[in-house]
């Protein structure tokens, strides 16, 4: 980097760092090397900041934080942390919603499986059709 680069990417800085051109050579090379471990960390702060909003929000209405993220997969749910952490602290009714729909559809799974279960051990299903099937019976 040339002289007048380095002694303008050096304005602002405290004693000889600012004018002399050895200095401010350090000086710059390790400003700029911080800038760049900033804006990865800028990153995974933001990240643990929007996990952080969305397990807050999400324990309010008995979900830990991966179970309602697994849930979103099944529900295909296609937003991202970022879009839920704002929708948690600016639209708590909205992600009230979206909570109730991913808990019925980790529900569902877990039902689904449990009469998967039930079935392949022997015992009678128990389940929408099942329940149908037996108040049909029993009007007759």
């Not at 990240?47 to 295909?76: P, T």
Request: charged fraction near 25%; aromatic fraction near 8%.
């Amino acid at each position: 980097m040339n002289v007048d680069k380095v002694l303008k990417l050096a304005k602002g800085f405290r004693g000889r760092a600012k004018n002399c051109k050895s200095i401010a050579r350090e000086r710059v090379d390790k400003a700029l090397q911080y800038a760049y471990i900033s804006r990865k960390l800028k990153k995974r702060q933001f990240r643990s900041l929007w996990i952080q909003r969305i397990n807050a929000s999400s324990s309010q209405y008995d979900m830990k934080y991966s179970e309602f993220m697994h849930g979103c997969q099944l529900a295909n749910v296609r937003l991202d942390r970022k879009v839920l952490s704002e929708l948690a602290v600016n639209e708590p009714y909205s992600f009230r919603a979206l909570t109730y729909h991913v808990q019925q559809v980790v529900d569902s799974v877990r039902g689904g499986v449990a009469q998967t279960i039930k079935v392949l051990s022997g015992s009678p299903p128990v389940g929408a059709g099942a329940v149908a099937a037996q108040m049909a019976r029993a009007k007759q």
